[in-house]
């Protein structure tokens, strides 16, 4: 079994500031990661995803994150926020071996205030 | 297609309604998924089509819930006798192969109202 823990639903930056949106992952084997990003009335999108090698992944936007096995960790980052990335994340983990069967944590929506 | 299309975009229905929505994967795509995400809420795993093959219906609420994928492709996701517990986003996502290393492709959802 796996699940998915986001801490925060509403997380609020300033323009330019750090973006750092939580995430703590349970699973019995080694896990599969992702992050997506839903904007309003639209489908989620993959920012990012970690599967096996370097622990630390690159995404779309200019987004990060890191897998922290020691911490049941895969924190999403960016160094500075643009308004363009208000929205709302959605941490999730998939385990590896059988099929795609994806838990979604509960999102986090952020808020950038100019 | 170019993106995984669902209809209709918007649906409300009377309690005790039957509906209809429709998701169409993107071509090619073996893997279907269907979830169901409440108000603030992340999206909940509702049942899995590898082709035409209903491989896990586990998340379905109840028997009201029921999907099909009959050629493979299009996949119609059936509420039976619509309840107010039942409003919500119904996203539907697809991928190449199902393998749980690759990324899902979502549609924009159906948002499902019951009064």
């Known amino acids: 079994a796996q699940s998915v823990t986001q801490l925060g639903s509403h997380v609020s930056v300033s323009e330019g500031a750090l973006v750092l949106l939580r995430c703590n992952y349970s699973s019995s084997v080694p896990p599969y990661l992702f992050w997506y990003v839903q904007y309003p009335n639209q489908g989620l999108q993959l920012l990012l995803k970690y599967t096996t090698g370097a622990t630390l992944v690159k995404g779309i936007n200019g987004f990060e994150a890191e897998f922290k096995k020691s911490e049941t960790s895969f924190h999403l980052t960016k160094p500075s926020a643009h308004m363009s990335d208000a929205a709302e994340y959605f941490c999730s983990v998939t385990l590896s071996g059988g099929y795609q069967k994806v838990t979604f944590g509960t999102g986090t929506k952020l808020q950038v205030i100019p | 297609g170019a993106g995984v299309s669902q209809s209709p975009r918007y649906k409300v229905a009377k309690r005790g309604q039957d509906v209809a929505l429709r998701c169409d994967p993107i071509?090619?795509?073996?893997?279907l998924f269907w979830y169901q995400q409440a108000l603030g809420q992340g999206p909940e795993f509702l049942t899995y089509f590898q082709n035409e093959a209903q491989l896990d219906k586990s998340g379905l609420p109840s028997d009201r819930f029921f999907a099909e994928r009959p050629e493979g492709s299009v996949s119609t996701l059936k509420i039976q006798r619509t309840q107010q517990e039942d409003s919500a986003v119904y996203l539907c996502a697809s991928s190449l192969l199902g393998e749980g290393n690759e990324k899902l492709f979502f549609g924009s959802g159906t948002q499902l109202s019951v009064l």
């Open positions: 071509s090619g795509h073996v893997s």
